[in-house]
């Protein structure tokens, strides 16, 4: 489930931006929160500004067009859950180069969700060379070696 998470996103990111990140990772943060974080999405445009201090303009653009993102964004991940999302989130940088959106889903009885974390369906993946994946419900688990979802190489434009 979060390989197909983040590969619709980086669709709706080219689809609604031209251009998607080159990177797309996406994590359970416990039972009810999913956090995608994006990477290499800024275009030359974006990018010329940036560098010619128009660090704002950048940022309200960013802040607009997540904005106008959002009802497509929070759509996919209810999909894909078969949860409704009772929050979103959403931040970027321009350096480092990163977007992160956090998708805060209304809660579900234990086990009664078929994606829900430690369920054996994608949200167990392991990190590459972390073949010891621990399991996001567990409160002395570490996001950073959750479960993460890959996508890259193949998702660049």
């Known amino acids: 489930m979060l390989v197909e998470l983040s590969n619709r996103i980086v669709q709706e990111f080219r689809a609604s931006v031209g251009k998607g990140p080159s990177k797309c990772n996406a994590y359970w943060a416990g039972r009810d929160l999913l956090v995608v974080l994006l ?7 974006e990018q010329t500004l940036f ?7 950048v940022h309200d653009a960013q802040h607009a067009l997540q904005s106008s993102m959002e009802a497509r964004l929070t759509n996919i991940v209810a999909d894909l859950t078969g949860r409704e999302v009772a929050g979103f989130l959403g931040a970027s940088r321009q ?3 990163l977007r ?3 998708f805060l889903l209304e809660p579900v009885e234990t086990g009664a969700c078929p994606t ?3 369920s054996g369906s994608g949200a167990r993946l392991a990190e590459p060379g972390n073949e010891s994946s621990a399991d996001p419900a567990d409160p002395g688990h570490d996001i950073a070696k959750s479960g993460v979802a890959l996508a890259e190489g193949a998702l660049q434009s």
């Open 39 to 45: 990477q290499g999405g800024y275009s030359v445009a």
């Open 51 to 57: 560098d010619a201090g128009h660090e704002r303009a």
């Open 95 to 97: 350096r480092p180069d």
């Open 100 to 102: 992160a959106e956090l």
């Open 116 to 118: 829900e974390p430690g």
